[in-house]
């Protein structure tokens, strides 16, 4: 249904467009593709010489934007990020690595069909709906699987739960670190498991030994009871426990080690590598293109200078920023920014303002006037998924596969799609040795006769399937763990090397100004982040979001559901206006709203100004020093009646 309304988007770009006068006032010229591209390979063949390739960066998300990396990376630079890392699942994956020597990847590798009992720590399935995973958390809670909840917020998953706990927010790591006291004292857990695989168990029993229920009770808001009765019923169901991992872990700057307090737990079930915990994902043996290797970077990526995050093991966007306004380690002068709005993807809007202004090029290729096309230099349209090819899909999933994304109608207007732009600006830039190939059939074509199989395969069926691999232990996988202990490390002296806990502690979050609401935000089922908002037919489902507010607090501050009010935080940035919904549902300490609403980019007529935007209000973010992301749940709110 997206994809139908997204093609018949009225306010689609239509034609590349190069700006008028200053940044961010969204006046511009129509030109051709030859002027755009031409006059963006001259800007970038000028930044390398006076900087080197370094000093341009590519902002990317999404399997569209493989070619653009194969371009930037024959260009020469090693700076290349996307906000699935460093503002979403980063720590996550993260503190399984640290804990199992693997992460969970995307797609997710929980095999939450078959899971008896689900834990979901603020993954709200069924709103986030990222789509396997909802059906399959359908699919178990049709066939009886108990569904465990904390949020502070009474999601829709919550109304699947046996057990709703309304934890307090920032509290996790105390209800995560009762549960395994629980555990562990009760003898509850996978003693076989943690005797053959785990690493360090004593000193981390011993680091929990205080970590009770009634320890965590303040902290959480949780009773005692119900924390045990919580924690047995988890046990009840091991190995087919699934503590879900979550995704969007980036919420308070303690993620990793939140992460990993639920990769422990998870080891204390024995899930890992069990039907119903987490499977071993395998993928299709696709070959990619023979192109030649690329250059060299001698200074290295820009992003985190000297280790500062030891264990980062992706770009971070927001160091690519701060590298931008400081120019340490060395200048970065040109963004090139694939399908992400960094104005609602990037904690603290200022900041990347500050950062465009210090730039020489800033081009964004999207499908609409975002705000962060109505800041750049040049804008290119791009043909939707339904109009295009794209690379490849061959991600680590269940079983085996390869998927081929096709052009279904042709773009509407001059959009094109990001292999041609990609190539196109190769071939300006002196790059064709790096596109051999004359057009993207003959590319999937010569990837798909590497794996015995062909476009016009793959053209008929779609998806072609590999044969299934052994994805458990019992079905023949070997458990090997790369961790530096080679074993589940329940302490981690990786960490006490790099002075963190190394088991996981709780330290109590900062509370806001009195009178001030925490706020917290979230997925609504048919939008997508900044997006969708525009998309005709998703906005007839959806035209603005709502701010949850407790119902105590409603009635104290007279609120009621429909009313009009508009936020200030405690920076004093106010909000555009937002509707009320007073509700039981939610905790008195905090509000909520659903992500990617209050446009203020002019082009996107029929979104702007609906509804208000959380990202415009998070102006504060708490680093994880672990890893880089930025925790954006740190951020406070009063509320102000219209009027
Ligand atoms: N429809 C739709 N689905 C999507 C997306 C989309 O844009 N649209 N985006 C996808 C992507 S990339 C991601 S990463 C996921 C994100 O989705 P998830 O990873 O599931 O969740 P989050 O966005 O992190 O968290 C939102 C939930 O966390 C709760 N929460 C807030 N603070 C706390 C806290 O301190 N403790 C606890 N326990 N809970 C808390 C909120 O009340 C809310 O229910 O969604 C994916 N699915
Ligand atoms: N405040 C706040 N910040 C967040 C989050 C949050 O919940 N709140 N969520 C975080 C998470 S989990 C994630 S994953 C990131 C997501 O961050 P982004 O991926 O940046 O998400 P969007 O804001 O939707 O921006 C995507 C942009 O790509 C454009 N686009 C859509 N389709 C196409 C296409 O086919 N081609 C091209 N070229 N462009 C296209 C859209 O119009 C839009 O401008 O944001 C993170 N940041
Ligand atoms: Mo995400």
């Known amino acids: 249904t997206g994809g139908v309304g997204a093609y018949h988007d009225p306010d689609r770009l239509r034609a590349p467009l190069i700006r008028r006068r200053n940044r961010g006032e969204e006046e511009w010229v129509e030109v051709t593709w030859d002027e755009a591209l031409g006059h963006i390979a001259e800007k970038l063949q000028k930044i390398k010489a006076e ?4 000093a341009v960066a590519l902002f990317s998300h999404g399997i569209g934007g493989n070619f653009l990396k194969h371009t930037f990376k024959a260009f020469g630079t090693p700076n290349i990020a996307a906000p699935s890392f460093a503002q979403c699942r980063g720590p996550r994956d993260a503190g399984f690595l640290l804990t199992f020597g693997e992460d969970i990847g995307s797609p997710e590798r929980t095999d939450i069909r078959n899971a008896r009992c689900i834990v979901l720590i603020g993954s709200h ?16 809670v049709g066939k009886g699987a108990t569904v465990i909840v904390a949020d502070p917020r009474f999601s829709v998953a919550a109304g699947k739960a046996m057990h709703y706990l309304p ?14 006291n629980v555990i562990v004292t009760e ?51 091991r190995p087919a426990t699934l503590i879900h991992p979550g995704r969007h872990a980036t ?37 990619g293109y023979p192109y030649p290797p690329y250059p060299k970077s001698e200074r290295g990526k820009v992003d985190n200078p000297g280790r500062k995050y030891p264990f980062a093991h992706e770009t971070i966007t927001t160091g690519i920023r701060e590298a931008t306004i400081s120019g340490e380690p060395y200048p970065v002068k040109g963004w090139f920014v694939y399908a992400t709005n960094l104005f609602h993807a990037l904690p603290n809007e200022s900041e990347t303002i500050r950062a465009i202004q210090a730039l020489d090029l800033l081009v964004v290729v999207d499908v609409i006037p975002s705000e962060i096309a109505g800041w750049a230099d040049v804008v290119l349209p791009e043909a939707t998924y ?8 061959v991600e680590y999933f269940r079983d085996p596969f390869v998927a081929l994304r096709q052009p279904v109608v042709d773009p509407p207007h001059d959009q094109k799609p990001n292999w041609w732009i990609a190539r196109e600006l190769a071939l300006r830039l002196g790059l064709g040795d790096y596109y051999p190939w004359k057009d993207v059939e003959e590319y999937l074509d010569h990837r798909l006769k590497g794996a015995g199989l062909s476009l016009a395969t793959l053209k008929e069926k779609g998806l072609v399937k590999g044969p299934p691999a052994p994805a458990f232990f019992d079905e023949g996988v070997e458990p090997v763990w790369p961790t ?7 302490y981690s002296p990786q960490l006490e090397q ?58 104290r501050l007279g609120l009621a559901t429909g009313d009009y009010v508009r936020l200030r935080n405690q920076d004093g940035v106010v909000s555009n206006r937002i509707r009320v919904r007073v509700t039981e549902a939610i905790r008195p300490e905090c509000v909520y709203m659903v992500h990617g609403f209050g446009h203020t980019a002019k082009g996107l007529r029929s979104a702007y100004g609906r509804g208000a935007s959380d990202a415009q209000l998070v102006t504060r973010y708490e680093i994880d020093p672990l890893m880089g992301g930025t925790g954006m749940n740190v951020n406070f709110v009063s509320i102000e009646r219209e009027g």
């Open 51 to 54: 900087h080197g390739p370094e």
């Open 125 to 140: 399935l069924g709103e986030n709906m990222h789509n396997t995973q909802v059906q399959e958390f359908a699919e178990a």
């Open 167 to 180: 934890v307090k927010p920032g509290s996790d790591i105390a209800l995560l670190l009762a549960w395994m």
């Open 187 to 237: 003898g509850l857990y996978d003693e076989d498991f943690v005797a053959q695989h785990g690493f360090g168990f004593d000193y981390f029993k011993a680091e929990i030994a205080t970590r009770t229920p009634e320890w965590a009770y303040p902290e959480t808001g949780i009773p005692p009871e119900k924390i045990r009765e919580s924690a047995r019923e988890m046990a009840r169901h």
């Open 251 to 287: 919420w308070y700057g303690d993620d990793t080690q939140r992460s990993r307090a639920i990769a422990l737990l998870n080891a204390l079930m024995g899930s890992w590598g069990r039907k119903g915990g987490f499977y071993y994902p395998s993928s299709m043996d696709v070959p």
């Open 386 to 393: 339904l109009e295009r090819y794209d690379d490849l899909n």
């Open 484 to 490: 530096p202990s080679g074993k589940v490390e329940f």
């Open 498 to 555: 790099a002075g963190f806990d190394p088991v996981p502690r709780y330290r109590r979050q900062a509370e806001g100004p009195p009178g001030s609401f925490r706020l917290l935000f979230g997925r609504a089922p048919v939008h997508s982040f900044s997006r969708t908002q525009t998309n005709p037919i998703l906005r007839d489902a959806m035209a603005e979001n709502d701010l949850w507010v407790n119902a105590g607090v409603g009635a």
